[in-house]
């Protein structure tokens, strides 16, 4: 079975300096693939490279990102412009600036339906109203009609949500979907959303930090550190048998059920480097507590077992 979607060797640079680094992965349908890292390690600049919506001046310099076997790169803006929404679509990290501030709740939900789908204007407020109640807005006819000041910040995550999920694309593409929302709603949400994915053969890419997360929502993971991938794995396999030290660090600092009180939870000395100052060899060995001296060179992206991948001397060996 071909990809929904296939990144390869994707390297992505701002003037002089790469932000991520070489990145190869595929997404199937129906299925959902985790892009799991911290801050500053390059998971929503792989988003934004996949809509092109790079910010300026970055730019992708080398690599491709095939969407259902058609480049992506290649598309003129015009051609892409039709394709985001349709075909493609994102929920941005941030409510609050990713909403028009001037229009009405509904108008904003309703304009991707009219222009995507050439709904009527009465059809359109029927499906928004709809998708409102889909992502668990309460009276969802009345608030079509409010502003976004007039919502929470969860309400207007889900807005957000009932935006991308509007034109039912083929792919979607979600930064950090759930940070707003109560833990009740995060579980719906991503129930919603994993339960889209199989009936409509929706590729998902996830993007988070919390492992529980994962945990719910994953069919498959893939870990980032430094703009370079760092393990790829079905998710039950980066559960039980994590390769990478970063990864088993993240396992180790995820609070657990029945932690003892007052119990201080381990933690990964050091940050993320910026991608100006990168050490030489292994992006990962400064903070690693099983580095060498063979942590010096850089180590490749390799199948150490039946299809999980890592980047790591040790685990690879």
Known sequence: MSPLLDVQHLIVSFGSVSVVRDISFQLFRGRTLCLVGESGSGKSMTAFSIMRLL??????????????????????????????GRDLSMIFQD???????VLRIGRQLMEPLEIHQGLHRREAEEKAAELMELVGIPDARRRLNDYPHQFSGGMRQRVMIAMALACAPRLLLADEPTTALDI?????ILRLLGRLARERDMGVLLITHDLGVVAEAADDVAVMYAGELMEISPVKEFFEH????????????????????????????????????????CSFRPRC???????????PLVDAADGHLVRCWKASA
């Open 289 to 299: 507590p099983h580095a060498s001296e063979q942590c010096l060179q850089e180590p």
């Open 55 to 84: 910010p300026r001046p970055g730019r992708i310099t080398q690599g491709s990102i095939l969407f259902d076997g058609e480049d992506l790169g290649v598309l003129s803006e015009k051609a892409m412009r039709q394709r985001r």
């Open 184 to 188: 009740t709603i995060q579980g719906q």
């Open 95 to 101: 409510p609050m600036t990713s909403l028009n501030p």
């Open 242 to 281: 994590p390769l990478h030290p970063y990864s088993q660090g993240l396992m180790a600092c995820a609070p657990l059920v029945g932690n003892h009180a007052g119990r201080r939870l381990p933690s990964i000395p050091g940050m993320v480097p910026l991608p100006s100052e990168l050490p030489e060899g």
